[in-house]
């Protein structure tokens, strides 16, 4: 029988636990067209959030549009990219996108490549020094074709951070937004990583995203949430598992995610019959076996210092320039330590949330743990 506990993609519906209250924010955003920007570390379920709330909202009159930078470069790419897929997602035949294309990019000359399934696999390519002269016609693309067809869009963009790459990311964001904060039947879901880049990118007074929408930052999903899941997960596929043995896998994982899913569906892959606390055990270590070339790798990449602040944090120490922590973890100087906290951040090592100090992948804790500690 099929494991219910998906880890790594996109989720499907059944898989999908919790996340009320952000749901409700983002339908009730997109219904009044106002924009979000939406903030995590990795791996914490934005991905899985936008697309449940689109499979939740979308019907003849909101159309979604989906845009994933993770491996857009440049500006010319994203402009490529966003022209495809806002004609896409809001045409049903390739007559009609064809026709799209042509109506509302006037100054260039779409060609559209058809593949195998010509329903949906097409690619659209825009001549490169033309591209940036049409960069206005394709910003405001969005806007007309909602006009045009009478409906509301919503343009979700994932990986936003990505934009960092691009030559003049200032200046680039400046034109988005002087375009974008004009619509009105279009608004539009950015989200993305690196925490630390993000927020520069949509809290600083002096960037041109700055009060851009709604920002929301992603939390990470209680474990009260996680134990009927886990439950059920077994439950469907006759097997078992006790709710004080479920109880332990989100804590063991700290309530990440995607580690969540990932412990989980090991735990069941060894059980028999019933989960027990021994098939936990023996899950996880066989996780850090898997894992140790990895960890092995991120630990050579530290320096003592780095390390010595990794235990500490592992070692669930929360006042790490308390006299007693620096001198039995050997911090360093307070600069020091205040130093190592932002490269760990930005190698996303550790998240840092208010004043929480945590090691980003929960099994990389124990890992720590096991072999230094
Ligand atoms: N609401 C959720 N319910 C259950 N599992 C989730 C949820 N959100 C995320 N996950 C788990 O975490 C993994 C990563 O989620 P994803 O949406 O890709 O994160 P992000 O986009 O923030 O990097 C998913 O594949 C899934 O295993
Ligand atoms: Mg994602």
Redesign the pocket.
């Known amino acids: 029988m099929k494991s219910q506990f998906e880890f790594g993609k996109v989720i499907s519906d059944s898989s999908f636990v919790d996340r009320e209250d952000e749901r409700k924010r983002l339908s009730a955003n997109s219904e009044s067209a106002i924009n979000t920007v939406l903030i995590s570390p990795r791996r914490w379920g934005?991905?899985s959030l936008i697309a449940q709330v689109a499979r939740e909202n979308r019907n003849e009159k909101t159309v979604f549009c989906f845009l994933d930078l993770f491996n857009i470069r440049t500006e010319e790419e994203f402009y490529q990219k966003l022209a495809a897929q806002l004609i896409k997602s809001t045409s049903t035949k390739w007559e009609e996108w064809v026709e799209t294309g042509r109506k509302f990019i006037k100054n260039l000359v779409p060609r559209f490549s058809i593949g195998d399934d010509p329903l949906h696999d097409f690619s659209i390519s825009l001549d490169i020094v033309a591209l940036k002269q049409s960069a206005e016609e394709i910003l405001d693309l969005s806007e007309k074709i909602a006009n045009e067809k009478g409906i509301r869009l919503v343009v979700c963009i994932?990986?936003f951070q990505n934009i960092s790459f691009f030559d003049q990311p200032l200046a680039f964001q400046k034109q988005l937004r002087s375009y974008w904060q004009h619509h009105q039947q279009v608004c539009y879901i950015i989200y993305g990583?690196k925490k630390h880049m993000m927020a520069e990118l949509f809290q600083s007074p002096k960037m041109p995203f700055y009060r851009f929408g709604d920002l929301m930052m992603l939390q990470k999903i209680e474990k009260e949430y996680w134990i009927p899941f886990i439950i059920k997960g077994f439950k469907d596929t006759g097997k078992e598992i006790k709710a004080e043995v479920a109880a332990v896998i989100p804590e063991m994982m700290e309530n990440h995610p995607y580690y969540v899913q990932f412990l989980s569906y090991q735990c069941w892959n060894l059980t028999d019959s019933e989960c027990t606390f021994q098939t936990i055990e023996q899950a996880c270590a066989e996780l850090l076996n898997q894992q140790t070339i990895l960890y092995q790798r991120e630990v050579d990449n530290l320096t003592n210092f780095q390390l010595n602040y990794l235990k500490a944090i592992a070692n669930g120490e929360k006042q790490m320039n308390a006299a007693a922590v620096v001198k039995k973890y050997n911090l360093g100087t307070p600069g020091n330590i205040k130093k190592m906290k932002v490269t760990l951040e930005n190698k996303e090592i550790i998240d840092v949330t208010g004043k929480t100090i945590e090691i980003s992948d929960p099994l990389f804790r124990l890992w720590i743990r096991k072999y230094f500690l």
Do not use: A, C, F
Request: hydrophobic letters at 0%; zero cysteines.
């Open positions: 934005k991905t994932d990986e990583s």
